[in-house]
């Protein structure tokens, strides 16, 4: 079962460089999220996707877009990429009712420089 | 608002007891904890709805105040393998007619099991 799946892994950019984060999650569900986590910050949600052709801004959306291609993928864009984009990326996935348990996948590791 | 976990960090004797706390300044839909160790991803332990209804983990059980705004994880008997970053999750939202608005993570509590 691939679950939730995230590429890269792992990505080195210059500053003003652009790259699109892809996930994609196997399991039908409606809901997907992208998160980011920073040392002593925890996880914040940078764009979340209610169902297929919606999307809605979370805490830190700013320098981000994202896409909700279809109902298994949902794709983050940095269009010019900056060192305070240095983090690792979450994305997430839960089925289409509330309150039940988000699905995550391994994180990509970005580097800007 | 992000809610506030405590402690944050705690370290323990394998066998020994603990517990998180985690508060929110708006009246909470649900709660929800997660652990992830290093280098990995969060993984699910269980959901308090407003209700008292839980959904998850058979050795790791929780409390969910709605009047206070506040949940506690509570682990017993600690083992080695409950060491990682514990992340409280709370849904505020309005259901917005498809699926959730996000959980909003609190920063994390670390714990360390030692032998």
């Known amino acids: 079962n691939a679950g939730v799946t995230q590429t890269p892994k792992f990505q080195v950019l210059k500053t003003g460089q652009s790259m699109t984060l892809q996930c994609a999650q196997d399991?039908?569900?409606?809901?997907m999220y992208w998160y980011r986590q920073d040392p002593g910050m925890g996880l914040r949600l940078i764009y979340y996707?209610?169902?297929?052709?919606?999307?809605d801004k979370g805490e830190v959306p700013n320098g981000y877009n994202v896409s909700r291609l279809n109902k298994r993928e949902f794709s983050l864009r940095l269009e010019s990429a900056a060192p305070s984009q240095t983090s690792v990326y979450f994305c997430?996935?839960?089925?289409?009712?509330?309150?039940?348990?988000?699905?995550f996948g391994q994180g990509t590791r970005l580097t800007v420089v | 608002q992000q809610p506030v976990q405590s402690p944050q960090a705690v370290i323990l004797r394998e066998g020994e007891d603990a517990v998180i706390n985690c508060s929110s300044s708006?009246?909470?839909?649900?709660v929800h904890w997660y652990r992830q160790k290093h280098g990995e991803a969060p993984v699910f332990l269980m959901i308090?709805?407003?209700?008292?209804e839980q959904k998850g983990h058979e050795k790791i059980s929780a409390s969910f105040n709605e009047k206070k705004q506040q949940s506690s994880l509570y682990l017993t008997a600690s083992q080695l393998s409950y060491s990682g970053t514990y992340f409280c999750?709370?849904?505020?939202?309005?259901?917005?007619?498809?699926?959730?608005?996000?959980?909003?993570f609190g920063k994390g509590t670390h714990l360390i099991i030692q032998p």
């Open positions: 399991m039908n569900h409606n809901s």
């Open positions: 996707s209610a169902s297929e052709g919606t999307t």
């Open positions: 997430a996935s839960n089925s289409p009712h509330r309150n039940t348990e988000a699905f």
């Open positions: 708006k009246a909470l839909y649900s």
């Open positions: 308090l709805l407003k209700g008292g």
């Open positions: 999750g709370t849904e505020w939202g309005m259901y917005s007619g498809g699926g959730a608005d996000g959980l909003t």
